[in-house]
């Protein structure tokens, strides 16, 4: 398909990054070293995107899951906050790409599992968070349900790998840094969407 050629994805990428250093300005100061750096790793990312889901109808969901999870982690690390405007525009792109293959490729199960996934997991989360509100933000919960719209158009399993590799990646992180400092800030966003891109990985086929 043209649309997933590694040259064009790739400069969708580099359009991308220098999108997302304009709107990142109110999290993050970016220097324009760092501007020039974010606009190459969101070029890099987007031609491994293109090679690895070549053929996949759904890669332009995995590209737009891959781009706005760097600007979500730089919010992240930077401020340690999960803006719910990008966590919505995270679940949107995808949801409008799986739910456009839905009506075209007649993928509807697909579309039903990832939107059962996000509640499912979402209420969770909910019910974890108001148990043990110091553990994880209410971004955190938001995040870890955009991402399962991700895995649930996969399948359970991946919705299983995903949610259970970000949560321990999150708890070593967490561990590793309470044990330096007691009660600081951890930024679970780049843990949650790693453990996502390794369940994503591992569930598609190359």
């Known amino acids: 398909m043209f649309y997933g050629h590694p040259a064009l994805v790739g400069l969708s990428g580099v359009a991308a990054g220098l999108v997302l250093s304009w709107l990142l300005r109110p999290w993050v100061a970016l220097r324009l070293a760092a501007v020039l ?3 190459v790793l969101a070029g890099a990312l987007s031609v491994l995107i293109a090679y690895r889901f070549a053929g996949d109808p759904a890669l332009p969901a995995w590209w737009w899951l891959a781009v706005t999870g760097v600007g979500l982690s730089l919010i992240d ?6 803006p719910h405007t990008w966590v919505l525009a995270l679940a949107t792109g995808g949801l409008a790409v799986f739910a456009i293959l839905a009506m075209t490729e007649q993928a509807g199960t697909g579309l039903v599992r990832a939107l059962l996934a996000a ?3 979402f209420t969770g989360g909910l019910a974890l968070f108001l148990a043990l509100p110091d553990w994880m933000g209410f971004g955190d919960i938001t995040t870890t349900a955009a991402l399962a719209i991700y895995l649930g158009w996969i399948g359970w399993h991946a ?3 995903g949610i259970t590799a970000s949560m321990l990646l999150l708890g070593g992180l967490a561990a590793q840094a309470w044990t330096r ?5 951890v930024a679970a966003g780049p843990s949650l969407l790693l453990g996502g891109w390794i369940s994503i990985l591992t569930h598609t086929t190359a």
């Open 159 to 161: 919705v299983l790998l």
């Open 77 to 82: 690390m930077t401020c340690h906050r999960l």
């Open 119 to 121: 509640l499912v997991v």
């Open 37 to 39: 750096g974010l606009t």
């Open 181 to 185: 400092t007691p009660n600081s800030r």
